[in-house]
């Protein structure tokens, strides 16, 4: 009995905790460059939590991504950028204005090495933006109940390291991880993938749906590629009121 | 008046021993010159000396003496690892080094004075810094190398200036080593102590006893032949082993190479300095080597980064033979240092962000982690790798807004496309296809026609049924998609 009182002296009695009488928890926000973006979301993406940008191809979703990183790296954030398939075209970023010798670029070589970089990233601490970009990826990468080893690229097959993860150890849940992770470390981490895939460990949701494209010229005279008309909606929002939709003009350079 | 310490290892064999293999600390060891029952002990630790064993004994005989006993074969290279390790914790405090032909270490003490507060710190400081390499070491500060060593084997930490004679005085005559024959001769004199030799004059010694007696007595009171000769040092920290037997698999070379790993890192680490690069060199049972070299991304002390990478060098190229000797060579070089803003976030600090980048560089391949970098091309989708360092400018203030950006197909993926009239009209490919409903082009890109990757393509924007904007071009009468607008 005395062990279990002072158990009990140690933990709390029932009762003792009011619910309500915790102090809300003072949340810092990553700004995004955008200003109407930052208006809809309180502030911008908030820091030390998950932020999923999920959208179908030709969405917006690097274009929206690279100008997060843009304004991360004015404001003066070292930032890291995860890119198993290798598609980061450093010319289209930095005119969409990435300072290039403040981003760490990283290529795993398959979508299970890219989660495990990011989880290396966000656990070192000191960068303020991690990009976790499975853009094209086709498959679910980092599921709660573990990482599926697909949409390997052949050149992953091949190569040596990649070669022992057939034979290595199951994946240990990621997200999860991720998410501690980011939270230890007050990193933001941005994954940009075909759609929403961390579940409730995700603080933020942005869905980029049905999409205009602006072309210029018309019949008979010479057309251009203006830029796309991205709609944005917060699908899911821990910290503020989810459904609002906006409009994000993304011109070409 | 000099002032010299003397870092030394009693019994340096059987302690180089035990620091290649820990598990043989406490145990009763012996080293034999050689394999085989008739090999002749050449070192016995003291719980086999308490046992009897003594050097000289073959391995027969000890092992008849004590059942329980542990013979290993004598492993110079993992001595001479030892002596290393003991000069590198002697230069983490002083600049002036002399290494002796039998492993001890000599220092000038009056270099480390603003290091350490005292002599007696020194010692301390020496003796601490030694088990941190796995060394359990003595230490002892006097007015010259003689005095020192004695001091140091006869646990005395400082001999203050002025007290050698006092100090040398009572230790036996055994102490200096004398050759059997002038040993023989000073016995029948009775001389038995130092005190009793350095009362001698030293021109009536030699005149009968020759130069080797002159010394002995110089020696006596505290003098040395000749002053410190301070060497030269630097160069990558060495560590090695020789197996017993060969090793043909990866995991138990791996769990080799984990002990000459925390090894050198503790060496590296007395100076606070990282490895930027390790050197390995196999002996292979083929009577070759098998010698590599791996890169890190950036120094690091993490033993498990390190590991990983050595892990992924010999996955990458296996040995061709079975390997009987490890010789891990590590350079070191000093951390990056950056300085923080005061008004920009923090950023990775330079040792966390080493330790990342080599962790990276394992998982990923060294060439697939920097910085991106414009290439000086205009071959669409061009891109390269800079190393990555902290501190580089933030981005200029921009009214850019949203930016379209591509994201580049590598290699470029080839797509039929079926046209009407000339203007593209249907496309097929891989992971993508539909009909054209909007198309901008073409543009003609042409480059690097003075060299053999020349190229012409005709370019289109192309968006496509199924939703994708793409970026497509004719190339000698075949399509490809480099890019897809995102």
Redesign the interface.
């Known amino acids: 009995m005395p062990a279990a009182v002072a158990l009990l002296d140690r933990l709390g009695r029932p009762g003792d905790i009011r619910l309500g009488s915790a102090r809300p928890e003072t949340i810092a926000y990553l700004p995004t460059g955008?200003a109407v973006l930052d208006e809809v979301l309180g502030g911008g993406l908030p820091r030390g939590r998950i932020t999923e940008l999920a959208g179908?191809?030709?969405?917006?979703?690097?274009?929206?991504a690279?100008?997060i990183a843009?304004a991360a790296?004015?404001?003066?954030?070292?930032i890291a950028?995860v890119d198993p398939?290798?598609?980061?075209?450093?010319?289209?970023?930095?005119?969409?204005?990435?300072?290039?010798?403040?981003?760490?670029?990283?290529?795993?070589?398959s979508v299970s090495?890219a989660c495990?970089?990011a989880e290396?990233?966000l656990g070192?601490?000191?960068?303020?933006l991690v990009v976790l970009d499975l853009?094209?990826s086709?498959a679910r990468s980092c599921t709660a109940r573990g990482s599926e080893v697909q949409g390997r690229t052949a050149e992953a097959e091949r190569?040596?390291?990649s070669?022992?993860a057939p034979h290595g150890p199951p994946e240990s849940p990621s997200w999860p991880r991720l998410a501690r992770a980011a939270e230890r470390t007050r990193s933001t981490l941005l994954v940009v993938a075909p759609r929403r895939e961390a579940g409730t460990f995700a603080a933020l949701g942005l869905e980029l749906g049905a999409r205009r494209?602006c072309?210029s010229?018309g019949p008979g005279r010479l057309?251009?590629?203006e830029?796309?008309d991205?709609h944005v909606t917060v699908a899911r929002s821990r910290v503020g009121r989810p459904g609002q939709a906006l409009v994000?003009?993304?011109?070409?350079? | 008046m000099p002032r010299i310490a003397c870092l030394l290892v009693p019994d340096l064999p059987i302690a180089a021993a035990c620091r290649a293999d820990p598990d043989l600390a406490g145990r009763p060891l012996a080293l034999s010159a050689g394999t085989g029952t008739h090999a002749p002990i050449v070192a016995a630790a003291a719980a086999a000396r308490a046992c009897g064993v003594r050097v000289g004994h073959t391995v027969a005989q000890a092992l008849a003496i004590a059942a329980d006993l542990v013979v290993r074969p004598r492993d110079e290279t993992a001595e001479r690892s030892a002596v290393r390790a003991l000069v590198d914790v002697a230069v983490s405090l002083a600049s002036r080094i002399e290494a002796a032909a039998d492993g001890a270490v000599f220092l000038d003490a009056a270099g480390a004075a603003h290091l350490v507060p005292s002599e007696a710190g020194l010692a301390t400081a020496l003796v601490a810094r030694a088990a941190r390499v796995g060394l359990a070491a003595r230490a002892a500060v006097g007015a010259s190398m003689t005095v020192a060593r004695l001091a140091a084997l006869h646990a005395t930490e400082v001999v203050p200036a002025g007290t050698e004679l006092g100090f040398l005085a009572p230790l036996p005559l055994a102490c200096l080593a004398p050759p059997p024959a002038i040993a023989a001769t000073l016995e029948r004199w009775g001389i038995r102590r130092l005190g009793d030799l350095a009362r001698l004059p030293v021109a009536e010694v030699a005149t009968r006893l020759g130069p080797a007696g002159a010394a002995l007595v110089r020696a006596a009171r505290g003098e040395d032949e000749r002053p410190l000769a301070p060497q030269a040092l630097g160069g990558p920290v060495e560590e090695a082993i020789d197996l017993e037997y060969a090793l043909d698999a990866l995991e138990p070379l791996l769990f080799v190479l984990r002990g000459l790993v925390e090894r050198a890192v503790a060496r590296v680490g007395l100076e606070g300095i990282g490895i930027a690069r390790l050197g390995l060199a196999l002996g292979l049972e083929d009577r070759s080597r098998d010698q590599r070299t791996v890169p890190l991304a950036a120094p690091t002390r993490d033993v498990k980064t390190l590991l990983t990478c050595l892990r992924v060098a010999l996955e990458a190229r296996p040995p061709r033979a079975a390997v009987e000797r490890v010789v891990l060579a590590a350079v070191p070089e000093a951390v990056r240092a950056a300085q923080i803003g005061l008004f920009t976030p923090p950023g990775p600090s330079p040792e966390r962000l080493a330790t990342t980048l080599a962790r990276l560089a394992a998982l990923c391949g060294a060439e697939r982690v920097g910085a991106p970098a414009v290439v000086d091309s205009h071959r669409p989708g061009a891109a390269g790798v800079a190393p990555f360092t902290l501190g580089g400018a933030p981005a200029p203030p921009s009214a850019n807004g949203c930016r379209l950006v591509v994201r580049a197909l590598r290699p470029p993926r080839p797509v039929e496309v079926f046209a009407d009239r000339g203007r593209p009209d249907f496309v097929r490919g891989e992971g993508l296809g539909g009909r054209v409903v909007g198309a901008a082009g073409p543009w003609r890109v042409v480059g690097e026609w003075w060299s053999d990757g020349a190229f012409a393509r005709d370019y289109y924007d192309l968006e496509l049924s199924d939703g994708g904007l793409y970026r497509c071009y004719r190339d000698d009468g075949r399509w490809f998609v480099d890019g897809v607008y995102d």
Request: glycine fraction near 12%.
């Open positions: 955008l179908a191809r030709s969405t917006g979703r690097t274009g929206l690279c100008a843009a790296t004015r404001a003066g954030e070292t950028w398939a290798d598609a980061l075209e450093p010319e289209a970023a930095a005119a969409a204005g990435i300072a290039l010798a403040r981003l760490l670029w990283v290529r795993p070589r090495d495990r970089a290396i990233l070192a601490g000191g960068f303020g853009g094209l086709r190569s040596p390291h070669a022992r494209v072309w010229g057309m251009l590629l830029g796309i991205a994000v003009r993304q011109a070409c350079a």
